[in-house]
Structures are given as structure tokens and as C-alpha cells.
Nanobody
């Protein structure tokens, strides 16, 4: 198991912003692609964003393109998800993920999740 610890969730009004953080060990951070997924009540978990282990490649779900930004800070061994222009449909539990692959679209490890609630 690879420890991934999310933080930064909370309640925000529509149009607002939140930044999620995912802290990993140095060994994890230097070897794995990282990503974010989310799961709304009654729905399946869905891909949100991913960043390669080099930080040079990104991918986003169409629903968040232009609003969310994923980044990794090597000194802090932390991956961030900056979420702007939030909508009520962004409400979900957000999960950090790590993958052996070039991207984290098919994760090998998951964090415990952090709740994001966007009020209208």
C-alpha cells in the first residue's frame, strides 16, 4: 500500500475556489504518476485529472477543463488540484491516486478521499 493523504476539501459556494492537496512519501512521489478522481452520491467514481511523474504531461476530464489545474510540488512531495469556478455538479468525494503507468488514469493506489460540497 502506498500512503496518500488528501486534504483541502470543504463547503464552498458556486463560483468559488478550493485547492486540494495530496501528500505522498518521497519514494512514491518520485516514481508514480498522480491523479484525482471523484465520486458523487449514487454515481461511479470518475476521472478528473492526471499528471505524469515528470510533471510534463497532463490530462483532464472534459467537465473540468479550463477550471481545474493539477500540479506537483517535488520539494513538498505533494500533488495539488486547484479548482476554480466550482459548480454544484462538482460536489463529490475527491480521491487522490497513484499509478505505475505514464498517467494515473488507471490507478494502482488510492487515498481515503476528501469531501467537496458546492452550494448553489
Amino acid at each position: 500500500q502506498v500512503p496518500l493523504v488528501e486534504s483541502g476539501g470543504g463547503l464552498v459556494q458556486a463560483g468559488g475556489s478550493l485547492r486540494l492537496s495530496c501528500a505522498a512519501s518521497r519514494r512514491t512521489f518520485s516514481r508514480y504518476a498522480m491523479g484525482w478522481f471523484r465520486q458523487a452520491p449514487g454515481k461511479e467514481r470518475e476521472f478528473v485529472a492526471t499528471i505524469s511523474w515528470t510533471g510534463g504531461n497532463f490530462d483532464y476530464a472534459d467537465s473540468v477543463k479550463g477550471r481545474f489545474t493539477i500540479a506537483r510540488a517535488y520539494a513538498e512531495t505533494t500533488v495539488y488540484l486547484q479548482m476554480n469556478s466550482l459548480k454544484p455538479e462538482d460536489t463529490a468525494v475527491y480521491y487522490c491516486a497513484a499509478s505505475y503507468g505514464a498517467t494515473a488514469t488507471t490507478p494502482n493506489f488510492w487515498g481515503q478521499g476528501t469531501q467537496v460540497t458546492v452550494s448553489s
